[in-house]
């Protein structure tokens, strides 16, 4: 897993290109901004590029991602 989508509450610009904090249960780590795009009047989704990962964020993002499809699916709706 290289990255993530996010949605964010318009309002919040950011430029591509930016590179932002990000936590995931308790972990945080550092991705920088590679896409951008509104999604209606009220949010827009962000791609997000990981940057090279601390030991805590990389354990927490392989233990997200690990397990079958339906376990994945669970999980990631936990770290939205």
Do not use: K
């Amino acid at each position: 897993m290289t990255g993530v989508g996010v949605l964010i509450p318009r309002g919040f610009d950011i430029a591509v290109g930016t590179i932002v904090s990000v936590e995931i249960c308790g972990a945080s780590g550092e991705a920088i901004i590679r896409t951008t795009r509104v999604v209606d009047a009220a949010w827009a989704h962000y791609g997000l590029e990981y940057c090279p990962l601390g030991d805590a964020f990389h354990e927490v993002v392989s233990d997200l991602v690990a397990g079958t499809h339906r376990n994945f699916d669970w999980q990631w709706n936990i770290a939205q």
